[in-house]
């Protein structure tokens, strides 16, 4: 799995943008990390997260990771000094090695990532029984961040149990403030079709968050697009794997899933919508249980490649049709029933 795949991501929790002038000003180094400690004391802890967070971004946009990480860094040493006299700084603490750790998975650094891991893990778990929003949102994330760090060693239940935990995390947050967490939800759930290795717990817990994510998507900003769009395309290239593998009836479950994502995004009939449409075709006609759906699916599709005028995608369904090797099925009794002479 790709080390761009972190929680620091731009995509993932929306940046409250009233935290953008003191951002510049720290990365251009206009403001000292003492004056910004004292500027995050008058701030909640999801102002002051989110200040970290675009500086921290910034800087790597930048690709001055390195000099990212020795301020997260300095600035921690300030929290901890400040920790035991006032109690809220904690948390501070908790976020900085949360960020750390996406900082460090970014670099590759896997032990390093996992060292902050576990020290942000120890803080949080003074109080386990937290249900608020600073605890959730610093562990949701942290978990998405060494659910991919174990996946990357091997360890795969012990990633498959963190990363459930992060979406049912997300998930709790995003009902309160879908705006903020909705793409971070989705991008957890986009992480399943790579971490789980069963691909029925997979469709499964996709189908199971379905009513969440339509949330989401009737809102649509930016993130959460972005975020879907994600998901439909490793929904679609799973599909596309498990086709070639010659499991169709699998195949079908994630091409529906991608098509349902899709069209929440697209209201409108798009030629992604037919690539797509014809891929599922193709797999329903490959399951005895389901050909007859498929062959109907597909002799809509010409109608809608001929309007579109995607005269490649009209020549692929008419292969696939004539190539099917459908153990009796009437190809041509279902065309001339659809198109009559």
């Known amino acids: 799995m790709?080390?761009?795949?972190?929680?620091?991501?731009?995509?993932?929790?929306?940046i409250t943008s009233q935290v953008e002038p003191l951002a510049s000003q720290a990365v251009n180094g206009e403001i000292t990390p003492t004056a910004l400690r004292h500027a995050m004391t008058e701030m909640d802890f999801t102002t002051?997260?989110?200040?970290?967070?675009?500086?921290?971004r910034r800087l790597v946009e930048e690709e001055r990771v390195e000099e990212a990480i020795q301020e997260i860094k300095d600035f921690d040493a300030l929290v901890e000094r400040r920790g035991e006299e006032d109690g809220?700084?904690?948390d501070f603490h908790a976020a900085l090695m949360q960020i750390l750790t996406s900082?460090?998975?970014?670099?590759?650094q896997t032990d390093d990532a996992l060292h902050t891991a576990a020290a942000a893990l120890t803080l949080l778990s003074q109080n386990p029984k937290r249900k608020d929003e600073p605890f959730l949102s610093t562990l949701a994330p942290?978990?998405?961040?060494?659910?991919?760090?174990?996946?990357?060693?091997?360890?795969?239940?012990?990633?498959?149990?963190?990363?459930?935990?992060?979406?049912?995390?997300f998930e709790?947050?995003?009902?309160?403030?879908?705006?903020?967490?909705?793409?971070?939800h989705l991008l957890a759930m986009n992480a399943t079709t790579q971490v789980y290795r069963?691909?029925?717990?997979?469709?499964?817990?996709l189908a199971h968050y379905q009513v969440a994510s339509n949330t989401y998507l009737e809102m649509l900003n930016q993130g959460v697009e972005k975020a879907a769009n994600s998901l439909v395309e490793s929904l679609t290239n799973e599909g596309d794997t498990l086709m070639k593998m010659g499991r169709q009836r699998e195949a079908v479950q994630y091409y529906l899933r991608?098509?349902?994502?899709?069209?929440?995004?697209?209201?409108e009939f798009t030629l992604r919508q037919l690539h797509l449409s014809i891929s599922l075709g193709e797999a329903l006609l490959s399951v005895k249980a389901s050909r007859e759906k498929g062959v109907h699916l597909l002799n809509t599709m010409l109608h809608k490649a001929t309007k579109l005028g995607a005269n490649d995608d009209h020549r692929r369904i008419v292969e696939i049709l004539s190539n099917t090797k459908n153990g009796g099925l009437d190809i041509l009794g279902f065309w001339h029933k659809i198109f009559p002479r």
């Open 88 to 90: 809220r700084l904690l």
């Open 48 to 56: 002051a997260y989110d200040l970290i967070r675009a500086i921290t």
């Open 198 to 205: 069963s691909r029925v717990k997979q469709v499964n817990t």
């Open 2 to 14: 790709s080390t761009t795949q972190h929680s620091l991501q731009p995509l993932f929790v929306a």
């Open 172 to 184: 709790r947050l995003a009902r309160t403030h879908p705006e903020r967490y909705g793409a971070a």
């Open 258 to 267: 991608a098509l349902k994502y899709l069209t929440r995004l697209e209201p």
């Open 142 to 169: 942290l978990l998405y961040d060494i659910a991919l760090l174990h996946y990357d060693h091997g360890e795969y239940k012990q990633a498959e149990r963190e990363l459930e935990k992060a979406v049912k995390l």
């Open 103 to 108: 900082l460090y998975r970014h670099l590759g």
